[in-house]
């Protein structure tokens, strides 16, 4: 069974930097390509980064790229997502998922962690 749980949320002004965490159940970190996606008040969640389990390759969204990094230990079986130069539309809760990438999500999701970016 495939679980995730998702940490490293919080309050943090512009210009700063965050780490979120996604533990996973089992290899599913080897099993599977992960995904972060968040989903701001009022707004459809989104696409954030990816990191493909088959190519070894990641993907981010424009308005991230360059400021956010994503990256596995799979001896920890974690996935983080590195926030650096964060903006207040950076603002959302950001949800873990197996499975998905650029093209939508996977069948697996993170309970979710609240980011906060203050101007």
């Known amino acids: 069974q495939v679980q995730l749980v998702d940490s490293g949320g919080g309050l943090v002004q512009a210009g700063g930097s965050l780490r979120l965490s996604c533990a996973t159940s089992g290899r599913t970190v080897n099993r599977y390509s992960i995904a972060w996606f968040r989903q701001a008040p009022g707004k459809e969640r989104e696409f954030v980064a990816s990191?493909?389990?088959?190519?070894?390759?990641?993907s981010y969204a424009d308005s991230v790229k360059g400021r956010f990094t994503i990256f596995r230990d799979s001896a920890k079986n974690t996935v983080y997502l590195q926030m650096n130069v964060t903006k207040p539309e950076d603002t959302a809760v950001y949800y873990c998922?197996?499975?998905?990438?650029?093209?939508?999500?996977?069948?697996?999701w993170g309970q979710g962690t609240q980011v906060t970016v203050t101007s």
């Open positions: 990191d493909s389990r088959s190519s070894g390759m990641t």
């Open positions: 998922n197996a499975g998905g990438g650029p093209a939508g999500p996977g069948g697996y």
